[in-house]
């Protein structure tokens, strides 16, 4: 965690507020494209999905939709996360920038940050056992491939879409982080 603060530190000091400023419209933007929008649509549907996935008593399988329900959740609490801990960041006219915070501090971030980057090495480690539960899947029998195949089906979704979302999410808390030490507001 503290290579993870050290790293926003060195990033807010090479970015100046107009470059955050200009960050924040560019994801905010990118927040109401149709690829993000369709996209938490599909993680939302995925997460009602997560509970009806059956063990298939293999273990790379049942450990890799394992991990994806672990991802997929943490993907969906942050973004629950985020948005109540919305912070408004503002410029008053006067090249000053105001933090309006409703909930959140800037250790609440570091610890976003920090959730989304272990979510982000497990996502990672599930996409290595990916091609092993796949191998595994295609060598049983028809009566067994079915759960197995849905599975694997679900993970493959799960941490396609949770790696795209983890990778905004913490695109927008970073910048929260460098935005809040950058107007000395913390």
Known sequence: MLMLVTAFSVNAQQKTEAELKAEREQIASELKSKDVVKR???LVKLQAKA???QQTGLGSIDGLAETSTSVLKTVMS???LLQQYRTEITDNGNGEV???KYSAKLDDYVKLAADLA???ILAADGAKKLESAKDDAKNLSPLQAKPALSSVSFSTNALKLSSE????QT???TNLIESIKASKNL
């Not at 979302?165 to 905004?168: D, K, N």
């Open 165 to 168: 979302e983890i990778a905004l």
């Open 118 to 120: 272990q979510a982000g």
């Open 51 to 53: 509970a009806k996935v």
């Open 40 to 42: 938490q649509k599909e």
């Open 98 to 100: 105001e933090i309006a």
């Open 78 to 80: 942050t973004n629950d």
């Open 171 to 173: 695109r927008i808390v």
